[in-house]
């Protein structure tokens, strides 16, 4: 088969939508002689900051030495974007025979994340990693990651997402992401509500798991230098993370501590490479800049929680007017995303990202006029930056927000290449 074809084949398995469970991960993993054996796992689970975190511990440890891969989801413009071992991705001629070998051991009804976790777990053992970073999916205790033991696990804000597949209050959606944590393993834990980490604390008072806290065991504040770290075993001035944005400050603490506790479990790391690490990651989509001209700014910023730390950093972006080019899913907490977000936004074009599941660019025009803001509902991705830029003057900055599928379509657009989209 194609690349093409393989990637159709795996794309039509979302037909069978969301279903949590292990069984038949861990099934097709049996099948394939159980890869996941062959190198450690550390879990990424939480709401907000999964990818960055991730892409920041990725980096320590491949500035420490090791081949280090790195799963993550879902992709902004290709399939292959989901696999990389030492921030390289997976080719395309590589994945073929690969997902032949996933699909002929899956059953019939295996979905989309199943298949393509197994996939993951497959290449990393091939291509004989050190260990893997692995953001979790949606959930945390059923998610198609957990079929896997981890040595860590590291989990980042929760706050209300998924509600119809993870529960609907924090308590409910915290329990699912805690249930990460399946034995005695150390856990990291970023800043929380106290209802939140007080599900955690209790998850790993239930598993025997040490649990290490921003903000208590471990912190970090910035100040005119960069970001100052206080470590369990480090102290690290000076830090200015590759990923831009003020609210990486956490992301990156975890990241450090994190590997703190790996240098304790084999893989000693020293401060040059957790300082190096956190300094040369790169994760596209949040606060990427594109400095134009016109210049934008884009972030997936796709809750409130992920607005208000969005805006947050906003504050130090130098700007004349905001335009606004918006696209959001349908599923998502438009009124809690979009009320801060207007009323900043000096002008709003509204647009369709390319999903069944995004709501129309005419439909968030309406709600925009209903909210007493007017809107251009420019129809298409490519349309609305182009509006976008028609409209705006020389000292303007363009911010493309409201959906991780927004982003990879206009980074397709700005780098001028072909996105495939796919909500999974």
């Known amino acids: 088969m194609t690349f093409r074809e393989i990637r159709e084949r795996l794309f039509s398995r979302g037909r069978f939508g969301v279903r949590p469970g292990l069984e038949t991960t861990r099934q097709i993993l049996d099948r394939l002689g159980n890869p996941e054996r062959q190198f450690p796992v550390i879990h990424i689970a939480g709401t907000n900051g999964k990818g960055s975190t991730a892409a920041f511990l990725a980096s320590i440890l491949q500035a420490g030495g090791y081949r280090t891969a790195l799963f993550t989801s879902p992709h902004l413009i290709s399939y292959t974007e989901r696999f990389r071992i030492n921030d390289i991705e997976i080719t395309e001629e590589v994945l073929v025979p690969l997902a032949e070998q996933v699909l002929a051991a899956a059953p019939a009804e295996a979905t989309f994340f199943e298949l393509t976790t197994a996939l993951a777990l497959l290449y990393f053992a091939e291509e004989r990693v050190d260990l893997a970073v692995m953001e979790v999916g949606m959930g945390g205790r059923l998610d198609a990651t957990n079929a896997v033991a981890g040595i860590l696990s590291v989990i980042t804000p929760v706050s209300l997402d998924h509600c119809r597949y993870l529960g609907e209050t924090i308590r409910d959606i915290a329990a699912e992401k805690a249930g990460v944590i399946t034995g005695s393993e150390p856990v990291v834990c970023s800043v929380q509500d106290d209802e939140t980490l007080s599900v955690i604390d209790a998850r790993c008072a239930a598993t025997g798991a040490k649990l290490y806290r921003s903000g208590y065991e471990f912190h970090a504040e910035w100040d005119r230098g960069g970001l100052t770290y206080q470590g369990l075993h480090s102290l690290l001035p000076g830090l200015v993370p590759g990923i831009p944005g003020a609210y990486q400050r956490d992301n990156a603490a975890c990241a450090l501590a994190a590997a703190e506790l790996l240098s304790d479990q084999g893989f000693p790391l020293s401060g040059a490479h957790l300082s190096r690490g956190i300094?040369?990651?790169?994760?596209?989509?949040?606060?990427?800049?594109?400095?134009?001209?016109?210049?934008?700014?884009?972030?997936?910023?796709?809750?409130?929680?992920?607005?208000?730390?969005?805006?947050?950093?906003?504050?130090?972006?130098?700007?004349?007017?905001?335009?606004?080019?918006?696209?959001?899913?349908?599923?998502?907490?438009?009124?809690?995303?979009?009320?801060?977000?207007?009323?900043?936004?000096?002008?709003?074009?509204?647009?369709?990202?390319?999903?069944?599941?995004?709501?129309?660019?005419?439909?968030?025009?309406?709600?925009?006029a209903m909210r007493g803001v007017k809107a251009v509902a420019a129809g298409s991705v490519a349309q609305g930056l182009a509006t976008a830029s028609n409209r705006a003057g020389h000292d303007d900055l363009i911010l493309v927000t409201g959906s991780l599928y927004l982003v990879g379509e206009a980074r397709g657009v700005l780098l001028n290449q072909p996105s495939h989209p796919f909500q999974g």
Request: charged share 20%.
């Open 279 to 368: 300094e040369s990651a790169f994760w596209p989509g949040r606060m990427e800049f594109f400095p134009g001209p016109p210049p934008m700014l884009l972030d997936g910023a796709h809750n409130p929680a992920g607005v208000a730390a969005l805006l947050a950093s906003l504050e130090r972006v130098g700007r004349g007017r905001l335009l606004l080019v918006l696209g959001v899913m349908t599923d998502k907490d438009r009124d809690g995303m979009l009320t801060p977000l207007l009323t900043l936004a000096d002008e709003v074009i509204t647009v369709s990202v390319g999903l069944p599941q995004a709501a129309s660019a005419d439909e968030l025009a309406a709600y925009c």
